[in-house]
């Protein structure tokens, strides 16, 4: 009968499978890193290349903020406006020309008193 040919192999030692283990481990770190630096490189590339219109978007949202903060403002400013409109307290322009009024009116005293005392 024909026995099946074993392929003979060549049997190493153990230290000698330990160091190509080693090795392999070693090798497989080095292409790993390899294609961390690759992506990485990558990585960068692609960032270059979106920038200008990274910076589009965001100036374009920047402006977009100032505008609704713009408007928020003005809606608040007209809102406490008619606030204190309604509890009767005057504005600014008010409030000035109750000044001048009384300005005058402190100056006509003076002179009224000035009279009467000569």
Same mark, same amino acid.
């Given at each position: 009968m024909d026995e099946? %040919?074993?392929?003979?192999t060549e049997r190493k030692p153990v230290p000698e499978i330990l160091r190509q283990a080693g090795m392999a481990g070693l090798g497989l770190l080095a292409v790993a890193g390899e294609g961390v630096t690759r992506g990485f490189q990558y990585l960068v590339e692609r960032g270059e290349q979106l920038e200008p219109?990274?910076?589009e978007r965001m100036g374009a949202a920047r402006d977009r903020i100032r505008e609704t903060a713009g408007r928020s403002e003005k809606a608040v400013d007209e809102k406490v406006s008619a606030a204190? %409109?309604? @509890?009767?307290?005057?504005t600014r322009e008010q409030l000035?020309? @109750?000044?001048?009024k009384l300005d005058q009116l402190a100056s006509r005293v003076d002179e009224l008193a000035q009279h009467r005392g000569s």
């Open positions: 099946p %040919k074993q392929e003979q219109l990274a910076r204190l %409109k309604r @509890f009767g307290v005057p000035q020309a @109750f000044t001048e």
